[in-house]
């Protein structure tokens, strides 16, 4: 049995040249990040210094977590673009991957919001706090618990589909394990409390260093002028990621409106709250600071030696 055809072309459209269009921009911002991603990635992995501070450990996570995302969302763009339909069982793997990379990243934003706050607020304990194990601990503990919302999803699935919903032909998008309207609804709210949760945080910390960088001078009031700069664009960062979360809300009531429309709205969230979003982080972390940014010119000037050399 095929996927259900109303679907299908909801995400395609009516209109081949915009289709065309939309994922061939897809492309031209997603590659250039995956290799802006990884890039810095190989230098963190090259430079023992940065895999000693905990700040860049969890930095060079959301690196991999993002890459990931951008490649396999990617693959998802380009299989309705060609009307790629593949079996739910194929599918279904496919679409829990993407729902977790799309949680690993704002969460460990988060983490590196509160490894900041630490190291300004109380710059005695953060020594203590966020050891090298922590850290990878915290990490761990990341992957796992983004990984476990969508088994979760998975496991309700199961428990709701009609008898052979797994025989379907269908586009590899997180909707196919939402069969019940309670469940989506159910999952829609847990997203908006879980980024609420997150931006409260965010916030937690960005008035906490604003009070730190207030009292302090000289060098103590720089370092955390910096720390609240960068908290400030994580907030920005993961206030777009929110918007994400009310996208879905946006689109139900654009398709009652027209179909062509919705294609665009939906391919402008997506390019906007998922990609654009993800793409800040580099910004902060990586060309924002001088330490890695260092790295990142010698890891280069290293590559560009070697190629010399060959040749």
């Known amino acids: 049995m095929s996927?259900?055809?109303?679907?299908?072309?909801?995400?395609?459209g009516n209109d081949p040249v915009r289709l065309n269009l939309t994922t061939a921009l897809?492309?031209?911002?997603?590659?250039?990040?995956?290799?802006?991603?990884?890039?810095?990635?190989?230098?963190?992995?090259?430079?023992?210094?940065?895999?000693?501070?905990?700040?860049?450990?969890?930095?060079?996570?959301?690196?991999?977590?993002?890459?990931?995302?951008?490649?396999?969302?990617?693959?998802?763009?380009?299989?309705?673009?060609?009307?790629?339909?593949?079996?739910?069982?194929?599918?279904?793997?496919?679409?829990v991957s993407n729902q977790a990379l799309a949680l690993v990243s704002p969460t460990l934003i988060t983490a590196m919001c509160l490894e900041r706050y630490v190291a300004i607020c109380f710059p005695l304990r953060h020594v203590d706090v966020f050891t090298p194990?922590?850290?990878?601990?915290?990490?761990?503990?990341?992957?796992?618990?983004?990984?476990?919302?969508?088994?979760?999803?998975?496991?309700?699935?199961?428990t709701t589909m009609p008898k052979g919903y797994m025989n379907r032909l269908n586009f590899c998008y997180y909707e196919i394990l939402l069969v019940a309207k309670w469940h989506m609804e159910?999952?829609?709210?847990?997203?908006?409390?879980?980024?609420l949760v997150l931006l409260s945080i965010l916030f937690f910390c960005y008035v906490a260093?604003?009070?730190?960088?207030?009292?302090?001078?000289?060098?103590?009031?720089?370092?955390?002028?910096?720390?609240?700069?960068?908290?400030?664009?994580?907030?920005?960062?993961?206030?777009?990621c929110t918007l994400e979360v009310?996208?879905?809300?946006?689109?139900?009531?654009?398709?009652?409106?027209?179909?062509?429309?919705?294609i665009v709205v939906r391919y402008f969230n997506f390019l906007a709250f998922t990609i654009l979003s993800r793409a800040i982080t580099p910004l902060i972390y990586g060309v924002r600071d001088e330490k890695?940014?260092?790295?990142?010119k010698e890891f280069l000037l290293q590559k560009r030696s070697k190629v010399g050399f060959g040749h």
């Open 26 to 95: 897809v492309q031209v911002l997603v590659w250039p990040f995956v290799y802006i991603n990884l890039f810095m990635y190989f230098t963190y992995r090259k430079k023992p210094a940065l895999q000693a501070e905990p700040r860049y450990v969890l930095f060079a996570q959301t690196l991999l977590a993002d890459s990931a995302l951008f490649i396999m969302t990617d693959f998802v763009v380009i299989g309705i673009h060609v009307h790629l339909l593949l079996p739910l069982p194929f599918c279904i793997p496919v679409a």
């Open 3 to 12: 996927g259900n055809s109303s679907e299908q072309r909801l995400l395609k």
């Open 133 to 158: 194990t922590r850290t990878m601990f915290i990490s761990a503990a990341v992957w796992f618990l983004s990984y476990l919302r969508p088994f979760v999803d998975l496991f309700i699935l199961f």
């Open 246 to 262: 009310f996208c879905p809300y946006i689109e139900s009531q654009v398709i009652l409106i027209d179909i062509d429309l919705f």
């Open 292 to 296: 890695f940014q260092a790295a990142m």
């Open 186 to 195: 159910m999952r829609g709210n847990l997203f908006v409390l879980n980024y």
């Open 209 to 240: 260093i604003i009070r730190v960088a207030r009292r302090a001078s000289g060098a103590d009031r720089q370092a955390a002028s910096k720390g609240q700069r960068t908290l400030l664009l994580h907030l920005l960062q993961l206030f777009m």
